[in-house]
């Protein structure tokens, strides 16, 4: 609707995409946004930053009353773009975001967030979802002077995962290289608790996560080039549908064209409804 199309308009505005405060290039690019029920979460270079899309519409609606004579106040006369500025951000405080961030993905209870760099995945455990952010981690919250437009800062436990944390030794070359990328990330669906986080590499390595028991070693890894050196690099990956095997099975795409699938990848520790089982 047009409403919808010029709140959103005036949303791209929002000190939240300011990159001055983060010192990197700011993009709105899709893959480093991520909405949880009314919750957007956006990367700018370094840092994830929160705000409340409801908060964002509220204030807009209330905008538009006043405008259009419904109500009264001191504040009648703001603008909708001056309102939407207003509404508060949060700055999530998270010790492994050491590096330019270019993904995120969010698990689906919307706890644990993965935030991807060129050689590196981190997970943070976000903050509860609320309406109003009050209480639980906003009681550790750090303000600063300006908050307004500097966003203030919430402490979030955070963790690196795998070859790429700081205990790991590894060579600078090997860190750099192409073949060793991060290409993307997903949740596997099975999941008992939600946890398990599938990195794809662009050497076809996969390597899954049970990021509640072990963030450094992976529970397992597949290996999609097992016959040597290739040309081929995986480009991007997707788990099947919700029949029969394909639950189970992860295709991965590659720069020339091919499509490989793996059967069955499930985390150790998946939950399957017998139904499906006897299906199969």
Request: hydrophobic share 45%.
């Amino acid at each position: 609707s047009m409403e919808a199309d010029e709140w959103l308009q005036l949303l791209a505005q929002h000190p939240i995409f300011d990159n001055t405060t983060a010192g990197r290039a700011a993009s709105t690019a899709r893959a480093r946004m991520v909405v949880r029920d009314t919750d957007l979460f956006v990367a700018v270079g370094r840092e994830v930053r929160w705000i409340s899309l409801k908060a964002c519409k509220d204030a807009y609606v209330r905008s538009e009353s006043k405008r259009a004579g419904l109500r009264g106040g001191d504040d009648a006369g703001k603008s909708a773009e001056a309102r939407l500025e207003a509404v508060p951000w949060y700055r999530l405080g998270c010790e492994a975001l050491s590096f330019d961030i270019s993904r995120l993905a969010v698990n689906m209870s919307g706890k644990l967030l993965a935030v991807v760099g060129t050689h590196q995945v981190a997970v943070v455990v976000l903050p509860a979802a609320t309406g109003r952010p009050t209480g639980g981690a906003f009681k550790a919250a750090r303000a600063e002077t300006g908050e307004q437009s500097t966003g203030v800062w919430v402490d979030c436990r955070s963790m690196l995962l795998g070859e790429n944390a700081p205990t790991r030794r590894h060579s600078e070359a090997a860190a750099s290289s192409a073949r060793t990328r991060v290409v993307d990330v997903l949740w596997h669906a099975l999941s008992t608790r939600d946890a398990h986080l599938l990195v794809l590499q662009a050497n076809g390595a996969v390597r899954m996560f049970d990021v509640t028991e072990d963030a450094d070693v992976p529970e397992q890894t597949l290996s999609l080039f097992d016959s040597g050196f290739t040309m081929s690099r995986a480009v991007g990956f997707c788990m099947g549908g919700t029949a029969g095997w394909a639950r189970m099975t992860l295709y991965v795409l590659t720069n020339t064209g091919e499509l490989f699938s793996l059967c069955p990848v499930v985390p150790k520790r998946c939950s399957l409804d017998r139904a499906w089982l006897e299906d199969l």
